[in-house]
């Protein structure tokens, strides 16, 4: 394993960078809020004793909506052992330049609150098409997505939201908007396609919460081939 | 001041003469203006949108069908050239798009590729001059069986591998072409569990789409200059090897190349592509294309992975298509152009004395008729 100076070009920066972009969402990220990592300045890494690997990282996170960028600085562990546990992550970042969400958020809480009847799918669509008024659920699945591709990520693996398959709103519940999310995630290294639910729930002051997920299978024998003539 | 109609009709009657009829040309403006590059087609308008480039441009555009796919359909490519007045042998540039079913902006930039020449290579004079010393090899879509698949309804759309059917004992289709090529087949970077998506299949070329491009390409290799196979998505230029372990010969002047047509595609739209090998900036793996393609002796051989960085991936909106496709573009062109001008020492131009009148120069020849009669007429007074 890479170790030491790392090219900050080159997969075990880009993988480990990765993994600061999940851990930022799940802090930080909301349906109009959602990072990306956008450039690995420079990286190091080095064994843990007893176990593990450790990356110091410096990078650039782009903001989607905004599309400011902002320098931060990390360190990845990822502890090693035979069963795979998820990694640690502290992070920071120049001044997670609150550009003011808030009016926009407590617009859409209001909406949906009052009226508990999202039901969408396929964000986006074959086309890479979202309907606008569907994009902040877009975003909030792919915040939701962050916890869970933070728990699994590992040095030889590179996660990214797919689609939402898709979001049905459930009743509101402690002033939480409550969402059933069917979610794709893939998987860069074996290229898969990973399907996951969540029950989220989100509010202005609350923030974005996993509070449950589960991973299903992949159904094999249902993709006979439809008639394609 | 007004033409006579005399001098209108006369002119016309001389352009007309001069060989040159509007229909052949405005045919072959019409396929690229009917046409939208900038959306994404199913397969079956792609066969109808070869046929028309290959009918509408006779003199630079013919096809060819290479082979099947599993399930029996004609895997097509279009060959981009020009005649070459000397009757040499030309050198061949292969492109290939659309290896794995659901980087749809990969068979969209082939289209985009081959339409752009076709629109701009008569104003365009190295271009012309290059596909007067070239044969472009461009196929659309190598995995027809996955693509169409990728079109059938909502949850097949992120299929990757081709439809060849399971193996005994499983129930999962599809083996993954760009890992079946005969290029340390199997060695890294490989599954041998046929439901996953990096399955190489039963042996190297068992899969009838990978051994068509092996076998078409195979025979033309000595005058292969240059092999580009093209993916989505990532933003990366990938050289030669998968294998960690390997490197090609000429690692050095790959990257360089690499590193220029990267910086081409950045002065597009200011994205940025990375350049290197894949178990340098992707990951390590076995039985590429492009891998092939080099270890058979064609010296340039780049995989291209297209937009985005994955707030998309796969599922790349319509609206950048065509900056995708703009980009790209201008990175194989400085790869093309490369190669082109080092086999050609610098480009000079072949022996242009034209024994055979191309349809460029007929066209040429007409204007130069007109305006030479414009200049009569005006200067003679006919005008009132």
């Known amino acids: 394993m890479a170790t030491g100076k790392l090219n900050p070009n080159h997969y075990p920066a880009q993988r480990a960078a990765k993994v600061v972009q999940h851990y930022l969402n799940t802090r930080y990220g909301s349906p109009y809020r959602v990072f990306f990592l956008h450039r690995v300045h420079s990286g190091n890494a080095e064994d843990v004793a007893d176990s593990g690997r450790k990356y110091q990282l410096e990078i650039s996170v782009q903001d989607l909506i905004s599309t400011n960028t902002e320098k931060c600085s990390a360190e990845v562990l990822f502890p090693g052992g035979e069963q795979q546990r998820s990694p640690h992550v502290q992070a920071s970042c120049e001044e997670l330049r609150k550009i003011d969400t808030k009016a926009q958020e407590e617009a859409l809480y209001q909406q949906y609150k009052t009226n508990p009847s999202l039901l969408a799918a396929h964000l986006p669509d074959s086309y890479g098409h979202i309907n606008p008024e569907m994009k902040p659920f877009w975003h909030l699945g792919a915040v939701a997505s962050s916890f869970i591709m933070l728990n699994e990520s590992t040095e030889n693996t590179l996660f990214n939201m797919a689609q939402v398959a898709n979001v049905t709103q459930l009743a509101t519940e402690n002033d939480q908007l409550r969402f059933d999310y069917h979610i794709l995630l893939h998987e860069m290294v074996s290229q898969d396609i990973i399907h996951w639910k969540l029950q989220v729930s989100w509010s202005p002051s609350g923030g974005v919460k996993v509070l449950q997920m589960e991973q299903l299978p992949h159904c094999h024998h249902c993709e006979k081939p439809p008639n394609t003539n | 001041m007004k033409m006579t109609l005399e001098c209108w009709m006369l002119g016309l009657f001389l352009l007309i003469n001069s060989g040159l009829t509007s229909h052949s040309l405005g045919e072959g403006l019409q396929s690229t203006w009917r046409y939208d590059y900038t959306k994404y087609h199913p397969m079956d308008e792609i ?283 201008a990175g194989a062109l400085s790869i093309i152009t490369y190669v082109h001008d080092k086999a050609f020492n610098n480009g000079t131009p072949p022996n242009t004395a034209v024994t055979v009148m191309g349809f460029t120069s007929l066209f040429r020849v007409a204007m130069t008729i007109w305006s030479t009669f414009m200049a009569v007429c005006l200067t003679a007074g006919v005008l009132v």
């Open chain 2, 47 to 329: 066969y109808g949108w070869m046929e028309d480039v290959e009918r509408g441009n006779p003199e630079l555009v013919s096809s060819a069908v290479y082979g099947h796919t599993y399930e029996g359909r004609n895997i097509t490519l279009l060959k981009l050239g020009l005649e070459n007045s000397e009757g040499r042998e030309k050198k061949v540039i292969w492109v290939d798009c659309g290896i794995h079913a659901r980087e749809w902006i990969a068979p969209a930039f082939c289209q985009w590729f081959v339409k752009q020449i076709v629109d701009t290579y008569k104003s365009n004079k190295k271009l012309e001059q290059m596909l007067q010393n070239l044969d472009i090899y461009v196929t659309p879509v190598i995995n027809v069986d996955g693509y169409i698949f990728t079109w059938a309804n909502d949850s097949t759309r992120l299929w990757r591998k081709s439809r060849s059917a399971p193996p005994p004992e499983s129930s999962c289709y599809g083996v993954d072409l760009n890992r079946n090529f005969n290029a340390n087949w199997g060695m890294v970077g490989v599954s041998f569990d046929s439901c996953a998506n990096t399955y190489c299949g039963t042996s190297p070329g068992s899969e009838p789409e990978a051994k068509a491009v092996m076998d078409f390409v195979a025979r033309m290799v000595k005058q292969t200059l240059c092999f580009l196979t093209i993916h989505s998505a990532g933003q990366l230029i990938l050289l030669p090897y998968g294998h960690p372990e390997i490197s090609a010969p000429n690692y050095n002047e790959l990257v360089s190349v690499g590193q220029a047509a990267a910086e081409e595609m950045k002065k597009v739209h200011g994205m940025n592509y990375t350049v290197g090998t894949s178990p340098q900036i992707l990951y390590p793996n076995s039985g590429s294309s492009r891998d092939w393609a080099r270890l058979i002796g064609i010296p340039f051989s780049y995989t291209f992975e297209l937009r985005d960085k994955g707030e998309f991936s796969h599922l790349l909106p319509e609206e950048q298509i065509q900056p995708a496709c703009e980009e790209a573009y």
